[in-house]
């Protein structure tokens, strides 16, 4: 008898939910924790990046060690915190904040050229050349209206992928 | 038992072994839909990748493959509580303490005719051979009745001839166990350390079976060479591979190796499915030693399953080692009711290889490409 949802009580559910502005119902949290767990190997509380590898379907993925910058060493809040921008509950807001938090590297607000070219190079590796690269990009750019020295900050992306919107939901499996 | 630290990706040799996964997985050339003029949002919106990343940490298919999955609660009413009480006081007070018995007394026979017969006999190597057969199908009867094991053989018995080999899908080391009191298989399985070891070594060794480590990439051509030697042998033990390499639950089935594919003999699946109504059968190495396993089904009501005998398979002309295993391993799927995945069991002890993520990569360069010319 007792299953693993019963480690969870109320408060912790309502504790998580308030943690990721309440993206995900209750119900999904609890399924979320069993993810958690399951892949918690180690059982330390925390998922590192490590075990996120050991899921081949995110190791094979481009953006895989990018992300792992970010997620290593997740506790259980900061995992669901990480998914909520995936919920079909998230604003375009949040998720284009996810996106702009992966291209600012550094952190500081704005994403330069070079960090754009950083992220190009792991989705595309060797299959398109440096300089081609940067032809592309720089091209686009400029269409744009930007220069290759300008940098983009937090307005500019919602401009750019706000509309029509994105597509980038995940739907957590509740039984 | 993997040491997390000395994982790497997997050897090149391995990749031979794979399937096209690609085939398997969402390709990032359907999601990015080209057409239309490159624009900087076609470069900075890399949300497809991220929610197929998401998607893979929330929920996978090789995590699966290997999850336990516990009996469904049946005893949460006032009426059947009791009864459940009442079920696992026999199961823990009667049924299992009768059950060593059985397994003890199974071992007696077994030991005290196995030593004579392996010392004495040394000079008369055929006779010695069909009794330490016989044996071995003995105390694998006395296995399965020790977890009363209710098994139903469909189709013929395997007979012993020159050139053939049998795969089964793979739950659990007794699957060898409920094979082996039928027909006494010669088996490819991975060394196992402690008590099991030991039986591997010593007794299991008459019957011509093969050990290997997976981790050694020496072992593998030894026991290629082995392999090669033994199917050709009229007299030895019919052999029995189970390709996927690893233990899978029963719900699903893992990539299946070509080694045995590329014998050149006929090849006759096993199709093996647990009911798990009394228990989940399945093997979970990382979490439970065997011993523990063991105990997990001697202290069950029983250990129920089916096992088909399918019919003979042989490589078609043209048909390369690895569709042949993907065309066995659809027989046996379809039979026991599993459920195919593109993964290499061995992912659970390597990373998988940077070939698939230039897949990717690769799909998503070519778009980018194409797009740019047709401005």
Redesign the interface.
């Known amino acids: 008898?007792g299953?693993s949802s019963s480690m969870l009580t109320q408060y912790d559910i309502e504790e998580v939910q308030g943690h990721c502005n309440h993206a995900f119902s209750q119900q999904e949290i609890v399924s979320?924790y069993q993810?958690f767990c399951?892949?918690d190997?180690s059982s330390g509380g925390f998922i590192s990046a490590?075990e996120?590898?050991s899921?081949?379907?995110?190791?094979?993925?481009?953006?895989?060690q990018r992300?792992l910058r970010t997620v290593d060493g997740l506790n259980f809040k900061e995992f669901v915190a990480f998914?909520s921008?995936?919920s079909p509950r998230a604003t375009l807001q949040q998720?284009i904040e996810?996106?702009f938090k992966?291209?600012d590297s550094d952190g500081k607000g704005s994403v330069s050229y070079k960090d754009?070219l950083d992220?190009?190079r792991d989705?595309?590796?060797?299959?398109?050349s440096e300089e081609?690269r940067e032809q592309?990009?720089k091209q686009?750019?400029e269409?744009?209206g930007?220069r290759k020295d300008s940098s983009l900050v937090f307005a500019d992306?919602v401009k750019?992928?706000g509309n029509p919107g994105?597509?980038?939901?995940?739907e957590?499996?509740v039984d | 038992m993997s040491d997390p630290g000395k994982l790497n990706t997997s050897s090149s040799e391995l990749d031979l072994d794979r399937p096209n996964i690609e085939d398997y997985l969402p390709s990032g050339a359907s999601i990015h839909e080209p057409h239309g003029q490159l624009r900087l949002r076609d470069l900075l919106d890399i949300s497809p990748t991220l929610t197929e990343a998401a998607g893979a940490i929330i929920d996978d298919s090789f995590t699966r493959c290997f999850k336990s999955n516990p009996p469904e609660p049946w005893n949460w009413n006032v009426y059947l509580f009791p009864l459940w009480c009442c079920g696992v006081v026999v199961r823990y007070g009667i049924l299992f303490p009768v059950r060593v018995i059985v397994l003890t007394i199974g071992w007696i026979i077994f030991l005290s005719a196995y030593i004579p017969v392996h010392v004495l006999l040394k000079g008369h190597d055929k006779l010695r051979k069909k009794i330490e057969r016989y044996l071995v199908e003995l105390i694998c009867s006395f296995f399965v009745a020790s977890w009363t094991g209710v098994v139903k053989y469909h189709g013929p018995r395997p007979s012993m001839r020159p050139k053939q080999v049998f795969v089964s899908n793979h739950t659990s080391m007794i699957d060898f166990i409920v094979l082996e009191q039928m027909t006494p298989f010669a088996v490819i399985m991975q060394k196992h350390p402690g008590w099991v070891g030991l039986l591997q070594s010593t007794i299991l060794d008459s019957l011509g079976c093969i050990w290997f480590n997976r981790s050694e990439a020496k072992d593998r051509e030894t026991v290629a060479k082995k392999l090669r030697d033994h199917v050709q042998g009229s007299d030895n033990n019919p052999l029995l591979i189970f390709p996927e390499g690893t233990c899978v639950n029963n719900h699903y089935t893992v990539m299946f190796k070509k080694g045995a594919f590329e014998l050149g003999c006929t090849v006759c699946p096993i199709a093996v499915k647990y009911n798990k109504i009394f228990v989940d059968a399945f093997w979970n190495s990382r979490k439970q030693s065997f011993t523990m396993h063991l105990l997990q089904l001697m202290t069950s009501w029983a250990v129920v399953c089916d096992v088909w005998y399918l019919e003979p398979q042989t490589l078609k002309p043209g048909e390369t080692a690895i569709e042949f295993a993907e065309r066995v391993r659809d027989i046996i799927s379809v039979r026991a009711g599993l459920k195919k995945v593109p993964w290499d069991g061995y992912l659970k002890y390597s990373r998988p290889s940077p070939k698939h993520r230039e897949l990717k990569q690769q799909s998503f360069a070519e778009t980018i490409l194409r797009r740019l010319e047709e401005r």
Do not use: C, S, W
């Open positions: 008898m299953n979320l993810r399951q892949l190997r490590d996120f590898l899921v081949p379907e995110f190791a094979v993925n481009p953006l895989a992300l998914l921008a995936f998720k996810f996106i992966l291209y754009i992220v190009l989705l595309t590796g060797h299959f398109i081609q592309v990009l686009v750019l269409e744009a930007y992306f750019i992928l994105l597509k980038m939901e995940v957590v499996p």
